[in-house]
């Protein structure tokens, strides 16, 4: 699977964006898709994940209730919706697709990465 995500950009706090993630690959439908967060000079952290047939999302705490994920299996397309962006929100946002049968929160359970898309909040 090769991962593509795209829609970061500049937003000013209280504001919204959506990230996509596009993938190949015939095996998107029925992976776990996760996406994570990296901010300068921190690890990398977990931001939230579908079920392959999105019928179910786990968030971290510091989005729940701001961001949802949604997917599009016939696309072969991942959302992340993104409102009331907060500063702390920025950073390079990276999704990923895991093979697990249950909806994988750790970074090692993903096996394959996109490139990143950066999201700046500004205050």
């Known amino acids: 699977v090769q991962l593509q995500a795209s829609g970061g950009g500049l937003v000013q706090a209280g504001g919204s964006l959506r990230l996509s993630c596009a993938a190949s690959g015939r095996t998107f439908s029925s992976s776990v898709m996760g996406w994570y967060r990296q901010a300068p000079g921190k690890e990398r952290e977990f931001v939230g994940a579908i079920s392959w047939s999105g019928g179910r999302t786990v968030y971290a705490d510091s989005v729940k209730g701001r961001f949802t994920i949604s997917r599009d299996n016939a696309k072969n397309t991942v959302y992340l919706q993104m409102n009331s962006l907060k500063p702390e929100d920025t950073a390079v946002y990276y999704c990923?697709?895991?093979?697990?049968?249950?909806?994988?929160?750790?970074?090692?359970?993903?096996?394959?990465w996109g490139q990143g898309t950066l999201v700046t909040v500004s205050s």
């Open positions: 990923a697709a895991s093979s697990r049968r249950y909806i994988a929160t750790m970074i090692t359970e993903y096996d394959y």
